[in-house]
C-alpha cells in the first residue's frame, strides 16, 4: 500500500497521523472494547468525544460564551435551506453576496422563503473576484447577511467584511480552520466537514446564542437550531465516528501549533503553488489576485489538448485527483490543512517537469 498526495476538493484528504490514531483505536476505544461506532450517542463514553471536539474547536477559533457550537446533518446543501427556515422568521428578506457556485446555490434555497436581495455579485465577470466592500449594497431591514468567504469551485477567496447591522452568516466549508478569523463579527459560521475537518456527514455551525431565539417551534424537529442547541447536537442520532474523526483533526491542529501555525504553512502552500502558475506562460489561473484562495487553486492549461495527458501523467505520479469542478473543466488543486508543503512542492515539480515534456 503507499499514500499519493491527493488533491481532492471534497471529501478531502485528512492528516495521515489522524488515520492512523482511528485505526489504532478501531476495534477498541480507551478500553471500552467496542469501536466507537458501536457505542450510544447518550453513553458518557461518546458525550466526552463530543465535549472534546466543542472544547477543542473552541480553543482553535477563540470561540465566546455568546456562541453556540452545533453539529448539524445533511451537508452544507441543507443548511442552505436551514438558514433561511430558522433565521428569516419575522423578516420578509434576506441579503446574499454572489460570489459563485455555491453562493448561487445558497440564493436558490432562501428565495423559498422570501425575498433575496443580491448585495453584489461578480457574475458577469464570470466570478473571477469578490466584489469590493465599497460596492456592495446591503439593505439593513432584511433578516442576515450571507457570503461565501471561499468558493471552493471557482478558486475566489475574500476577508475583509462589511460595516452592518445585519448578523452576517459564513458558508466557511472550505476555509474553516485555514487562516485566523475574528469569530465575533459573524453571526453563524457553518462548515460541511469534508473539506478541512474530517469525514464526510457533520456540519459544523457555530452560531450566537441570540439568533437562536428566531426558531420556531413550527419547524421540522430536526432543523430547529434552537433544538439542536438545546439538546446539545443529539436530537437525533448524531453522526458519531464523523464527530470522533474530527475531535482527533482538532487534536492535531492544535499539535501543529492552531491556527496561526497552518496559517503561515497554507500561505506558503499558495504562494508556491500561484507562483510556479504565474512564471509561466504554459500553466494560467483566471482569479484576479487579490481575491484568489488559498485551498482552493483551479488552473488551465493553456493549450486544452494536453489537459488528457496532464490527468493521467499526474495520477501516475502519485498526485490524485487535480481535475477541475466537472462544471468547469480544467484542473484544481486543493490544498486543505492536511496537505503538507512538501506535496504541493511535489505538484510544482510535476508541473515544471510536465511543460518542459509538452511546453
Ligand atoms: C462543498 C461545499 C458545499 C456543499 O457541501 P455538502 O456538504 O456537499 O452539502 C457548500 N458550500 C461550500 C463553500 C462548499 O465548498
Known sequence: MSRVYNFCSGPAALPEEVLLKAQGEMLDWHGTGVSVMEMSHRSDEFVSILRSAKERLSRLLNISDEYEILFAQGGASTLFSQIPANLMVGFDRSCYLDTGVWS?????????????????????????????????????????LHITPNETIGGVEFVDLPETSLPIIADLSSTILSREIDVSKFGMIYAGAQKNVGPAGVVICIIRKDLLARSQSSLPTTWNFANLAANDSMINTPPTFAIYLADLVFEWLEKQGG?????????????????????????????????????????????????????????????????????????????????????VQALVDFMLSFEKRYG
Open 104 to 144: 448561487v446555490k445558497a440564493i436558490k434555497e432562501a428565495k423559498k422563503y422570501g425575498d433575496v436581495s443580491i448585495v453584489a455579485s461578480s457574475k458577469e465577470d464570470g466570478y473571477t473576484y469578490s466584489p469590493a466592500l465599497k460596492d456592495w449594497v446591503i439593505d439593513e431591514s432584511a433578516a442576515y
Open 259 to 343: 491556527v496561526t501555525a497552518m496559517e503561515a504553512v497554507n500561505i506558503q502552500k499558495a504562494e508556491l503553488l500561484y507562483k510556479t502558475i504565474d512564471k509561466s506562460q504554459f500553466y494560467s489561473n483566471p482569479i484576479h489576485p487579490d481575491s484568489r484562495s488559498r485551498m482552493n487553486v483551479p488552473f488551465v492549461l493553456v493549450d486544452k489538448s494536453l489537459e488528457k495527458a496532464f490527468l493521467m501523467e499526474s495520477e501516475s505520479a502519485g498526485l490524485k485527483t487535480l481535475a477541475g469542478h466537472r462544471s468547469v473543466g480544467g484542473m484544481r488543486a486543493s490544498i486543505y490543512n492536511a496537505m503538507p508543503l512538501k506535496g
